[in-house]
């Protein structure tokens, strides 16, 4: 075992912790974009049809955890914040309808589900982001 200074430890303390913040970001990221890509094939499933844009903000958030996971760069941490914040203007206003006025409780549920996924999502990106 090699001995550390107590200052190699506490930066490198520093540095674990806005690590662990850029982890829990991509997981996050990545977790909304799963809800996104289910919310996609339970569409499919009850009309038939593929909304394109759900899938490109799927396939987007897929991507932004991969280059946060590869890269662990402190610019990916807001990558992952504008991500969340532009999928969930996109798709908020379609579930707050589903919540107030559910066609059963799944619906709500699943809307409540994706609205606190994403906020989440930003809530976390943005913690990583302001991490140092």
């Known amino acids: 075992m090699a001995i550390e200074s107590a200052n190699e430890r506490a930066a490198g303390g520093a540095g674990s912790e806005a690590g662990g913040w850029l982890s829990a970001s991509a997981a996050a990221t990545a977790a909304y974009a799963l809800l996104v890509a289910l919310l996609v094939v339970v569409i499919y499933f009850e009309d038939h049809s593929v909304l394109v844009p759900l899938v490109v903000f799927s396939g987007a958030g897929f991507v932004v955890a991969a280059v946060m ?53 930003i809530a976390i990106a943005v913690r990583a982001g302001v991490r140092r």
């Open 69 to 121: 996971a590869a890269t662990r760069r402190r610019w990916t941490a807001w990558l992952a914040a504008a991500y969340s914040v532009i999928t969930l203007a996109a798709d908020g206003p379609h579930q707050v309808p589903a919540i107030l006025h559910p066609v059963s409780a799944t619906h709500a549920v699943g809307g409540v589900i994706l609205i606190v996924a994403g906020v989440t999502a």
